[in-house]
């Protein structure tokens, strides 16, 4: 058959239009039967379905935990991770498995009889929990809210439910905390009594250093030792001069140049002893020693300030787990409670309706022009005719039998 020889699509259609005509009880008959079954099933027979939905926030990222896990950022990620401190992003995560755990379903399993409510025959809980799973959703939505949604039956019941859920995934997050700061302040208490340990150990050891060498305030003295040493060289040096001048005034054989000398000798020897640390009873130090003493002084002050400041860190976030172990607050802020909505989600009869008669009507309109068809090839005494009566004689001798 040439291009010139098919029949043009409106020639079809009119075609198809024309068997469909034909047949015209038959069709309808295909098309309103199943549609009137459907309408009864989606009117009277099924029974419809409610959804009860709630939105909250997930759990603020503003509390000492997540303070705490940032404090411990950086070098120290490790022992945030060690305690099991987490940020805000970790808690919406523990959230989210709290709704979807099979505990928290199980208790509402249990809370509502839905073995009963579901009319549910099977043998495994397993299968109860699938089935409320079909029933239950939780969604994020765009502004990173928790959506909680359950369809069901009874509105009400279905309100009750998310409710619960509610109630118990704010209670089960709340132990969940609990334990984290429990543990974690276990922890830190453990540390603060290492710290004090070692903090009583650093100022015994510094104690003992600045009774052993003399060395209390090292710029006090030092200051006092340089000032010390200036008088004494100042009159030694008048002493000297006076010295001279008695010399060439009266001689050496004089009784003054003779008390001159023995007071530039004890003056001498005075600037000797304080030189080589024989005046530390009196606070001063000898110069020679100073920097190694004045060294060995920062450090071992360095250390107990490190000390310090770290049993002041240790102690300000034991305290802050304590309070966070005690608090009962909640933490899932509701935006949107659940209500009873009785508006139906299902079944969509209008969609149904309207999907029953598309597909009816698409198959009538083949069934009807597969019969034009079977018609025209009979009157054409086609080899397909005589197929298709060889295939209904088999049939036909299957019934007589």
């Not at 295909?30 to 989606?42: E, G, K, M, N, S």
């Not at 984290?180 to 100022?203: G, H, M, P, W």
């Not at 969609?351 to 698409?362: R, S």
Request: glycine share 4%; charged share 25%; with cysteine.
């Amino acid at each position: 058959m040439t291009t010139s020889d098919s029949p043009s699509l409106t020639e079809s259609l009119l075609r198809i239009i024309n068997n469909d005509l034909k047949h015209i009880k038959l069709c309808i008959m295909i098309v309103v039967v199943p549609t009137l079954i459907a309408f009864v099933a989606v009117m009277w027979l099924i029974k419809p379905t409610y959804s009860a939905s709630a939105i909250v926030t997930p759990p603020a990222s503003t509390s000492s935990m997540g303070n705490l896990s940032g404090m411990l950022s950086g070098d120290m990620s490790s022992y945030a991770s060690l305690l099991g401190l987490s940020s805000g992003s970790n808690d919406a995560d523990a959230i989210w498995t709290f709704f979807n755990s099979w505990e928290l379903h199980d208790q509402v399993i249990t809370k509502f009889n839905l073995a009963e409510h579901y009319e549910f025959k099977g043998k495994f809980h397993a299968d109860l929990l699938k089935a409320f799973r079909r029933n239950f959703s939780l969604t994020q939505t765009k502004e990173d809210m928790l959506e909680v949604a359950i369809e069901d039956e009874d509105y009400k019941l279905a309100a009750q439910m998310v409710q619960f859920m509610l109630v118990q995934a704010d209670s089960m997050y709340n132990a969940f905390k609990t334990a984290q700061a429990r543990q974690s302040r276990e922890y830190f208490e453990s540390r603060i009594n290492k710290c004090l340990v070692t903090l009583d150990s650093l100022e015994h050891d510094f104690v003992n250093f600045q009774v052993k060498n003399n060395f209390y305030e090292p710029s006090i003295q030092m200051e006092s030792t340089i000032k010390y040493l200036g008088e004494q060289e100042a009159q030694r040096e008048a002493v000297d001069v006076e010295l001279n001048y008695e010399r060439m005034n009266r001689g050496v054989d004089s009784k003054k140049y003779e008390e001159l000398q023995k007071r530039y000798r004890s003056l001498d020897a005075s600037l000797s002893r304080t030189l080589n640390g024989k005046r530390e009873s009196l606070g001063l130090i000898a110069l020679k020693k100073s920097p190694d003493l004045g060294a060995k002084y920062m450090r071992k002050e360095s250390e107990i300030r490190v000390q310090e400041t770290m049993y002041k860190m240790l102690r300000q976030q034991s305290e802050q787990l304590l309070l966070e172990e005690a608090k009962t607050m909640k933490n899932l802020h509701v935006l949107q409670a659940p209500w009873e909505n009785d508006k139906k989600v299902a079944p969509l009869r209008g969609v149904i309706l309207v999907f029953i008669v598309f597909v009816t009507f698409l198959f009538a309109t083949l069934f009807c022009n597969f019969l034009a068809f079977i018609e025209e090839e009979k009157k054409r005494n086609s080899q397909f005719a005589l197929l298709w009566t060889q295939f209904l004689g088999f049939f036909r001798k299957k019934v007589v039998h």
